[in-house]
């Protein structure tokens, strides 16, 4: 009787557990929807790749026990029309083997395992395996959001996917169109889709990007490139009040005037601080532990 009470415990707490992470999802996607919130989501590059490797299902599992809120992956095709994680269009950072991703097929990459962290020539080799979209898909429901990388002209392959793994509304598209063509290529579905643009201060008339996309469709937010100047931002207020937040990448200095994860490690203040000053509400890094810590301490995470 003790073993069976110890048992049904175990499961209580298991399934506890369980509804936690979903419920926790559901504040997720509430608070992305709230473009004027003060609280900053943060998105992990990649995944957790210091703890795992980059776009593996160890890195989403690993950011989602960290407390992320979303899981920047990247997407490539096979041979065979399979769709799964990879930055680079070969396999010769981040596994075992060589060649192009679009030369193999699925079982092919298989046979293949994935070094740890960024990869790279004296990286350590691990024991886990390319995963497919929909593996993360379904690795991620209920607990994060993703957003998608490099599947902007896979929109089509990849909306029977998450119809088919319930998780429509778990996933930030995102891609660098004009207002009217992302309007035509989202025609595809009736459903809700989250995406956002990527707009860059380098861009010619920026400005009125922003405002066709916001006049064409409704963006969940805006992606900017801040290489140069940070004249753009002007137009944060503007965006937050036609409900889409402002994501900021902090990888590296040509994405945020060098404003970047190693500096703000040194000094958050100056750097992650920085950004947020200027209207960031959502920011992608590679020191997504450090990031959550730096904005609980200012009060930037009450959701």
Not at 143 to 171: C, F, R, S
């Amino acid at each position: 009787m003790r073993n069976i009470l110890i048992g049904i415990g175990i499961l209580v707490l298991y399934i506890s557990c369980v509804q936690e992470k979903q419920i926790h999802v559901q504040k997720i996607i509430t608070e992305l929807q709230q473009s004027e919130s003060k609280n900053v989501l943060v998105a992990a590059h990649r995944g957790d790749w210091r703890h795992a490797p980059e776009n593996s299902i160890r890195g989403i599992e690993s950011s989602i026990e960290m407390g992320v809120d979303i899981v920047e992956v990247d997407v490539r095709k096979t041979r065979d029309n399979q769709l799964i994680l990879m930055h680079d269009n070969s396999i010769d950072r981040t596994t075992n083997g060589k060649g192009k991703v679009s030369d193999f097929t699925l079982d092919e990459l298989r046979q293949f395992y994935l070094k740890n962290n960024q990869g790279g020539k004296d990286a350590e080799l691990t024991d886990h395996k390319i995963p497919t979209l929909e593996e993360a898909l379904l690795t991620a429901k209920g607990k994060v959001l993703l957003n998608l990388d490099k599947a902007y002209g896979l929109l089509n392959e990849i909306w029977p996917l998450l119809q088919k793994t319930g998780t429509m509304d778990h996933v930030i598209l995102k891609g660098g169109k004009n207002g009217n063509q992302v309007m035509r290529d989202l025609s595809f579905t009736e459903e809700p889709v989250f995406y956002m643009p990527i707009v860059s201060d380098s861009q010619d008339s920026v400005v009125l990007r922003i405002r066709e996309h916001l006049s064409k469709y409704d963006p969940i937010g805006f992606e900017f490139i801040l290489r140069k100047n940070d004249s753009v931002m002007s137009e944060v207020d503007f965006i937050k009040a036609n409900g889409a937040r402002v994501w900021v990448n902090t990888l590296w200095g040509s994405l945020c005037m060098g404003h970047t994860d190693a500096k703000a490690l040194e000094n958050p203040d100056d750097n992650w601080g920085w950004v947020i000053k200027k209207g960031a509400n959502i920011i992608q890094t590679d020191n997504p532990k450090e990031l959550l810590e730096y904005l609980k301490s200012k009060g930037l995470r009450e959701f």
